[in-house]
Each structure stands twice: as C-alpha cells, then as structure tokens.
C-alpha cells in the first residue's frame, strides 16, 4: 500500500504490505481509503483496515490484472494459492526472474553477479537463458557501464569457479522449481544421481521420500515434463554444468570431504533441532558429507534426530515415533566413524 507518510510508532511510514488478493477482500481496503497502520511485530508496516467513516465515494476495489503486464499473456491463480502468475517462459519479466534467482543466494550463490548486472545482460539480449552466462566473454562485457578490463575478467573468472565448483543441489535449488527450495534441493541430490536421473523419476519414487507430497512431486514432474526446460538443462550440459552427486555437497565451503558409501550415516535422514555449539548450516554439511540426507520435519521416515538446547516440540514427537535421538556428542561420533573430524576449535 501506498500511504501519505505517516509515523507509527516513531518511523514514518509511507508503504504497507496489504499481504495479498484474499487478504485486501478480507479487509475490505480500497483504493482512496484512509486505513489503520500498524508494524507487526514492532517490525513491518501493516494495513489493519479502512476507517470506513471517511471512506470516499469514489473509493473502488483493486482489481489485479489478469493478463502479465510484461508480456500480455493471461496471467493464472492456482486453487489455494495466492499468487497470479504469468506461465510464459519466454516473457521477459519472467526470463530475467528466472536469472537472478539462479545467480541469487537461494540458487547457485555467485557472488558479484547481481540483479544490476542481471539486468543489463538480459536487457542487452546477450543472456537469454542461464546457460548464456557461462558463454560471457571478458571483451564483451568492456561496453557495459561501470565494467573495466579488472572487472570484466574477474567477472567471468567468478562464473567460471561456480560452473566447476557448483553442486547438484545448488543447481536443483537454482532451476526454481516451484516448492522446491533448498532443503528439498538437498533432499534429491542425495538420492539421485544427476538431472537425467532425477528427470526420469515418476511421482510415486519421488513420494517415496521423505517431505516429498504429492504437490511437490507432482511440481518436479511438471518441471521435467516440459521440452523447454530439458532444452535447458541441454544448455546447462553444453556449457560444462552438469554436476553428479558423487561430488560433495561440502563443496559450498570449499571443502574436499566426499560421502562415505559405508559409514553409520550414508542414506540416513537426518533433522537437527535446538542449538548446536556448530552452526546449523555447517552441521547439516557435515551431515551431508557423510552421506546423510537432510529431512524437512519428524516423521516415521526419519532416521536421526540431532538435539542441542531447547529442542522443543520436534523431540517430543521423535521420542513418541521412536525415533533415535542423538545429542551433539553422539552425532559428532558417528561424523567420526564416517572418517570426518572436525578441527579442534569445533
């Protein structure tokens, strides 16, 4: 929502999320309206609602637009979702979408490949496709603003380094499959090989993993069903990035561990709850690293609880399942028999 400035609890606020269609219904809010702001959580601006006394006659609902303003193609709302979305993959609001959440931190994590830089490669009509990045040459890069000879090659050094050093789950999380993040990208990284694998994969293999339902199974088939997406995963093998899950996970950290095949934790799912004297994200490497696969949630599928301090609701629920239950200590064991230690300082 955009609001004249007003100061709600001592910040001026002239933007509010309105959270979205059903909730702007729900809420009765109209253009024209003098509305209620608060920050939820003392944190972000929110519009309550309208004050309906010194609503405007000429007040009307907002009416989101059903056909993509980038492209013109009809826009769609799936049931119980939210959002309109524009299904065109060769819009060019969607195309450039779709690039910056591949070089974003949720996707390959390249650094220095910004939304800026996105944007004007795209815009430039040099990168049609993720694949294009990785054909960028120093030279062609020099007629950009702000891009020098130092610049320009460190540039394409960087995409370079993630075209060799990207792992199978970085490239699934980066595909943007709907519902598929990276806690599931990690997930089917360590159940199947590569892209061609995981391609051929019908529903109920991908149902039989753990915090895989039928949406996101019936997501990653739509994904792999679509001649356009496999002629760019044919791209993605042209230009070198084809990542197996034989290499490590660990790569992100840079780090030369590989899975062990036979030790206590190979095929394991795993979650961790409570806090850990690791950080979370280190731990779950660790755990990847021997061979674990990462789950979502407590469930009958789930092979290792790890707890740290205040483990709260999810060790209840793995005790009542039986699952077994691990403290840092004994996960850090079972690192140890996978031939993984950790430095001293650990």
């Known amino acids: 929502a955009v609001l004249e400035p007003v100061a709600v609890g001592g910040v001026m606020v002239s933007r509010a999320t ?29 519009v309550v609602g309208p004050v309906l006394a010194r609503r405007p006659p000429d007040a009307v609902p907002f009416v989101f637009p059903h056909t993509c303003p980038a492209c013109g193609e009809a826009a769609h709302r799936e049931s119980g979702e939210a959002a ?59 007629g950009f603003e702000r891009m020098g000879a130092v610049l320009a090659q460190k540039f394409v050094d960087t995409l370079e380094n993630a075209r060799h050093t990207a792992t199978l789950s970085r490239l699934i999380s980066a595909l943007g499959i709907r519902h598929v993040g990276e806690q599931t990208a990690r997930l089917l990284a360590g159940q199947f090989r590569d892209l ?40 993605f093998r042209e230009v070198g990035l084809w990542p197996q899950s034989s290499r490590t996970t660990s790569g992100e950290e840079g ?12 095929g394991k799912n795993v979650l961790f709850t409570g806090s850990l ?20 949630s407590v469930n009958k599928k789930l092979d290792y609880l790890v707890v740290g301090d205040k483990a709260g609701g999810k060790l209840d629920k793995a005790q009542a399942l039986g699952v077994a239950v691990l403290d840092e200590a004994g996960f850090r064991a079972l690192l140890a028999a996978a031939g993984i230690t950790l430095d001293a300082s650990e």
């Not at 309105?18 to 309206?33: K, S």
């Not at 062990?260 to 190979?266: C, D, K, V």
């Not at 004297?277 to 789950?295: D, K, M, T």
């Open 18 to 46: 309105l959270h979205n269609e059903d909730e702007i219904r729900a809420r009765d809010v109209r253009v024209g309206d003098t509305v209620m702001v608060r920050r939820a959580g003392d944190v972000i601006p929110e």
């Open 84 to 142: 309109w979305r524009c299904g065109n993959l060769s819009c060019p609001a969607v195309r450039l979408r779709a690039i910056s959440h591949f070089v974003s931190k949720a996707g390959l994590d390249i650094q220095g490949v910004g939304q800026k830089w996105v944007e004007q490669l795209v815009k430039s009509g040099r990168v049609q496709s993720p694949a294009d990045l990785f054909t960028l040459k120093a030279e062609e890069l020099l």
């Open 196 to 235: 061609d694998e995981l391609g051929r994969a019908d529903a109920e293999a991908l149902q039989a993993l753990p915090d895989v339902g039928p949406e996101v199974a019936a997501s990653i088939r739509n994904f792999f069903e679509s001649p356009a997406n496999w002629a760019q995963l044919a791209r």
């Open 255 to 266: 780090s030369a561990l590989e899975k062990t095949q036979n030790g206590p934790l190979h």
């Open 277 to 296: 004297s690791l950080p979370r994200g280190r731990a779950q490497r660790l755990a990847e690293a021997a061979g674990a696969v990462l789950a979502g």
